[in-house]
Protein backbone atom coordinates (compact mmCIF):
# COMPACT_ATOMS: atom_id res chain seq x y z
CA UNK A 1 0.00 0.00 0.00
CA UNK A 2 2.94 2.59 0.09
CA UNK A 3 3.44 5.32 1.82
CA UNK A 4 -0.69 6.16 1.89
CA UNK A 5 -0.98 3.85 4.97
CA UNK A 6 1.08 6.04 7.22
CA UNK A 7 -0.55 9.49 5.91
CA UNK A 8 -4.30 7.35 6.84
CA UNK A 9 -2.80 6.26 10.01
CA UNK A 10 -1.48 10.23 10.81
CA UNK A 11 -4.67 11.95 9.59
CA UNK A 12 -6.98 9.46 11.23
CA UNK A 13 -4.79 9.68 14.87
CA UNK A 14 -4.85 13.59 13.96
CA UNK A 15 -8.64 13.67 14.34
CA UNK A 16 -8.74 13.25 18.31
CA UNK A 17 -5.49 14.21 18.85
CA UNK A 18 -4.40 16.37 22.19
CA UNK A 19 -1.00 17.98 21.88
CA UNK A 20 1.13 16.56 25.07
CA UNK A 21 3.72 18.38 27.76
CA UNK A 22 7.11 16.16 27.23
CA UNK A 23 10.58 16.61 29.03
CA UNK A 24 13.86 15.82 27.44
CA UNK A 25 16.13 15.82 29.51
CA UNK A 26 20.17 15.39 28.22
CA UNK A 27 22.54 15.25 30.89
CA UNK A 28 21.57 18.35 33.32
CA UNK A 29 19.54 20.42 30.78
CA UNK A 30 15.68 20.26 30.70
CA UNK A 31 13.87 20.93 27.31
CA UNK A 32 9.74 21.24 28.34
CA UNK A 33 7.77 21.81 25.55
CA UNK A 34 4.29 21.34 24.46
CA UNK A 35 3.31 19.36 21.11
CA UNK A 36 2.89 16.66 19.39
CA UNK A 37 5.79 14.26 19.34
CA UNK A 38 9.35 13.65 20.26
CA UNK A 39 11.21 10.92 17.45
CA UNK A 40 14.57 9.45 19.08
CA UNK A 41 16.34 8.44 15.64
CA UNK A 42 19.65 6.53 15.62
CA UNK A 43 19.16 6.16 11.21
CA UNK A 44 17.63 9.09 8.56
CA UNK A 45 14.53 7.38 7.25
CA UNK A 46 11.72 5.41 8.82
CA UNK A 47 8.05 4.30 7.88
CA UNK A 48 8.04 3.89 4.49
CA UNK A 49 10.55 7.06 3.58
CA UNK A 50 10.12 9.55 5.76
CA UNK A 51 12.88 10.99 6.28
CA UNK A 52 12.21 12.04 10.35
CA UNK A 53 16.54 13.05 11.16
CA UNK A 54 17.36 13.73 7.24
CA UNK A 55 21.21 14.13 8.80
CA UNK A 56 21.16 11.20 11.18
CA UNK A 57 24.03 9.05 10.86
CA UNK A 58 23.89 5.42 11.87
CA UNK A 59 27.47 5.39 12.80
CA UNK A 60 28.35 8.60 15.15
CA UNK A 61 27.42 7.47 18.66
CA UNK A 62 24.47 9.80 19.01
CA UNK A 63 20.76 10.01 18.56
CA UNK A 64 18.90 12.56 16.03
CA UNK A 65 15.93 13.94 18.43
CA UNK A 66 13.14 15.22 16.85
CA UNK A 67 10.90 17.68 18.53
CA UNK A 68 7.33 18.37 16.79
CA UNK A 69 5.92 21.76 18.90
CA UNK A 70 2.16 22.70 18.96
CA UNK A 71 0.93 24.05 16.08
CA UNK A 72 -2.53 24.24 14.20
CA UNK A 73 -3.91 21.02 12.72
CA UNK A 74 -4.45 21.92 9.43
CA UNK A 75 -0.45 23.64 9.60
CA UNK A 76 0.48 20.09 10.76
CA UNK A 77 -1.32 17.99 7.64
CA UNK A 78 -0.03 20.68 5.31
CA UNK A 79 3.57 19.90 6.67
CA UNK A 80 3.27 15.80 6.23
CA UNK A 81 4.62 15.76 3.01
CA UNK A 82 8.00 17.66 4.04
CA UNK A 83 8.73 14.66 5.93
CA UNK A 84 8.68 12.38 3.40
CA UNK A 85 11.68 14.64 1.73
CA UNK A 86 13.01 15.47 5.38
CA UNK A 87 12.23 19.46 4.82
CA UNK A 88 10.19 19.61 7.94
CA UNK A 89 12.69 20.06 9.74
CA UNK A 90 13.48 23.68 8.69
CA UNK A 91 9.90 24.48 10.19
CA UNK A 92 9.83 27.09 12.96
CA UNK A 93 8.25 24.20 15.05
CA UNK A 94 10.31 21.82 14.71
CA UNK A 95 13.72 21.55 16.54
CA UNK A 96 16.31 18.79 16.18
CA UNK A 97 19.25 18.61 18.29
CA UNK A 98 21.63 15.11 19.41
CA UNK A 99 22.60 13.53 22.80
CA UNK A 100 23.88 10.07 22.97
CA UNK A 101 21.38 9.44 25.96
CA UNK A 102 18.18 11.10 27.28
CA UNK A 103 15.13 10.80 29.55
CA UNK A 104 12.08 11.37 27.97
CA UNK A 105 8.93 12.17 30.26
CA UNK A 106 5.24 13.01 29.33
CA UNK A 107 2.21 14.30 30.90
CA UNK A 108 -0.24 11.16 30.02
CA UNK A 109 1.23 8.45 28.82
CA UNK A 110 2.82 7.47 25.47
CA UNK A 111 4.00 4.76 23.79
CA UNK A 112 7.30 4.04 23.21
CA UNK A 113 8.06 2.11 19.61
CA UNK A 114 11.11 0.93 18.08
CA UNK A 115 10.99 -0.42 14.23
CA UNK A 116 7.86 -0.67 14.46
CA UNK A 117 7.03 -2.49 17.74
CA UNK A 118 5.34 -1.54 20.77
CA UNK A 119 8.06 -1.19 23.53
CA UNK A 120 7.05 0.48 26.48
CA UNK A 121 5.09 3.48 28.08
CA UNK A 122 7.03 6.77 28.76
CA UNK A 123 8.98 7.40 30.98
CA UNK A 124 12.16 6.10 29.08
CA UNK A 125 15.44 6.50 29.05
CA UNK A 126 17.28 5.71 26.02
CA UNK A 127 20.89 5.15 24.85
CA UNK A 128 23.12 4.79 21.99
CA UNK A 129 25.26 1.90 22.35
CA UNK A 130 28.37 2.37 20.12
CA UNK A 131 30.14 -0.38 18.54
CA UNK A 132 27.67 -2.88 20.01
CA UNK A 133 26.51 -4.30 16.48
CA UNK A 134 29.04 -6.08 14.60
CA UNK A 135 28.14 -5.74 10.42
CA UNK A 136 29.57 -8.21 7.78
CA UNK A 137 29.92 -6.22 4.50
CA UNK A 138 31.58 -7.11 1.21
CA UNK A 139 35.26 -5.13 0.83
CA UNK A 140 34.97 -2.22 -1.22
Known amino acids: RGNLVYAY????TLLTWKPGRFTVRVDDERIRFTGYSVSVANSRAFGGGMYIAPDAELDDGEFDIVTVGEVGKLRFVGNLPKVFKGTHVDEDEVRVFRAPHLELTASRPFPVYADGEHLTELPATIRAL???LSVLAPAP
Open 9 to 12: AALR
Open 130 to 132: PRA
